[in-house]
């Protein structure tokens, strides 16, 4: 394994876009090279110029019969370049599976920076992919067209080779729909709509606490019931405080602990008189406002939350897992009610002075708790039985709440770094899902660091079985109807991960959900 890095080290940041996005100036010249390349690299030697001509301007004569047809795709394209392009497409890809059947799945990697037009800065992915790709013997490309793996901060499907890869070669570390359970808005409409309809596996406010969703369409109402909700419940509680913190609102697209306030029940009467409820509403649109936890879980007096990893390594079959080794993160001041600052925050950009106080492992929080005699098992086995458990129905009841939402497509994975607030009587409720966690070495302490390299070690081994897995199979085990199933080929690789979702066999596709087992396995 490299040698750990300095945590006082930033990661490389790019200085302008074209040095960090090479290949951006010359897409297009890719993109027609890349037909070339099809029809010519990855073919059987002693192809004449001739005929990669052919296989450009024919490409549907040289279709493999082992590779998903694209006559659906074809249909509804429309004529000229667009449907030029997927015809290229089609042709790179099943010659990427001829040469993968043949001769095994290239080991290269690459990293681009896949820019958003709606951020304001850009990051390359951090150090510990790289080094758990070193791990495996992958080399880093610049040719996102002939990288197996490539792995982005970023979700720009369309900035991808193509505009999309080749599913049965190729892993981009993004699911399309994600989004459903990634930004706090629509994971609130869904788990709502999961509620309505029965499928929830409990009631909404034993997910999360309650939350309402402010959006331009109908901020007014909402805000206006969340007034009426709240005043009846402050009605009820003999110790609420005007002027404890009591609602937390976050920015809609923005993640990672970023773009949150902090409000107390006064704080919000006094922006109600000034502004009108009206013009509050609306300038809080689009976001969320939740209740903001009144009795969260304290570790020697700081405000405590969980960061778990939930890795979806297939969508269709379905293999989904739990990281146990969860980062435990304390804020960097001792709790108060009524600060809106650093004391009720546990975000890694406020706890940099000292990771060691402030990112505990799971077992050092189960100690605390023993010692405390806050609970009353060995702490290994608490976890083992009582805690994490919890946490992975969670975790299933959530996936599956967003499952139908994620694109069926081979070729996209993605780990998820998900927020959990809990209760100073160790309950736990969902706060937010992050599509790209904060993977890097400056916001991590010695803990996490071990955790993140370990982690993507194992997620690199599992990701190359499923691409394994899918040039066996081909088509069909893209489809959900493999010859063999996918589980049983990444149960070598999963090392601490534990099954969270899968589709059961070959024979039979219904999917097993940690959440609905009745005699659940502990870990």
Not at 166 to 180: K, V
Not at 332 to 357: I, R, V
């Amino acid at each position: 394994m490299p040698p750990k890095k300095n945590a006082s080290q930033s990661p490389e940041r790019p200085k302008d876009s074209s040095v960090a996005f090479p290949w951006l100036g010359a897409f297009a010249v890719v993109v027609c090279a890349a037909a070339i390349f099809a029809c010519s690299s990855f073919v059987a030697p002693g192809w004449e110029a001739s005929k990669v001509l052919d296989c450009l301007t024919n490409p549907s004569q040289h279709a493999s019969t082992e590779t998903p047809p694209m006559t659906k795709e074809l249909a509804d394209a429309p004529d000229g370049f667009a449907r030029v392009l997927i015809e290229q497409r089609h042709a790179y890809c099943e010659a990427r599976y001829r040469e993968a059947k043949a001769n095994g799945i290239p080991r290269n990697v690459a990293a681009p920076l896949l820019i958003e037009t709606w951020r304001r800065s850009v990051f390359a992915i951090e150090r510990p992919w790289l080094w758990a790709l070193e791990d495996h013997e992958f080399k880093r490309t610049n040719n996102v067209l002939y990288a197996t793996f490539i792995i982005s901060k970023q979700t720009r499907f369309d900035l991808l080779g193509f505009g999309q890869i080749c599913g049965l070669t190729q892993l981009f570390n993004h699911i399309p729909g994600q989004i459903e359970w990634t930004d706090k808005l629509n994971i609130v409409r869904n788990l709502w709509k999961a509620h309505a309809a029965g499928i929830l596996g409990g009631p909404f406010h034993s997910v999360m606490l309650p939350t309402y969703t402010l959006e331009k369409s109908n901020s007014v109402g909402e805000y206006r019931k969340m007034l009426q909700d709240a005043t009846a419940a402050n009605s009820q509680d003999s110790e609420h405080d005007d002027h404890a913190v009591g609602w937390i609102h976050k920015k809609k697209g923005v993640e990672n602990s970023r773009g949150i306030t902090l409000y107390s029940w006064n704080d919000l009467q006094v922006l109600n008189q000034k502004h009108g409820i009206d013009q509050v509403a609306q300038t809080l649109a689009p976001g969320v406002l939740q209740r903001y936890m009144k009795d969260p879980l304290l570790l020697d007096g700081h405000k405590t939350d969980l960061r778990c990893y939930i890795l979806i390594s297939s969508v269709q079959p379905l293999a989904s897992f739990f990281y146990p080794e969860f980062i435990v993160r304390r804020s960097p001041q001792k709790y108060s009610p009524t600060d809106k600052g650093a004391a009720g925050l546990t975000a890694a950009d406020l706890t940099k002075a000292n990771f060691t106080h402030a990112q505990w492992s799971p077992i050092q929080m189960a100690e605390y708790l023993a010692e405390a005699e806050r609970i009353d098992l060995d702490p290994q086995i608490w976890l083992d039985t009582v805690f994490l458990p919890k946490l992975k129905v969670l975790s299933s009841r959530l996936l599956r709440t967003t499952f139908s939402s994620l694109a069926k497509d081979a070729g996209y994975y993605g780990i998820f770094g998900m927020d959990v607030l809990v209760t100073n009587d160790l309950e736990v409720f969902f706060s937010e899902m992050n599509y790209s966690p904060d993977l890097g070495l400056p916001n991590s302490g010695e803990w996490k660091q071990e955790v993140t390299q370990d982690m993507l070690r194992e997620v690199m081994g599992i990701q190359l079985e499923v691409l394994n897995y899918r040039v066996e199979n081909g088509p069909a085990g893209a489809s959900g109807v493999p010859s063999t199933d996918l589980m049983m080929k990444l149960e070598p690789a999963v090392k601490k991960y534990s099954k969270l979702a899968y589709t059961k066999s070959a024979s039979d596709t219904s999917i097993w959900w940690y959440d609905q087992m009745p005699n659940r396995p502990s870990h």
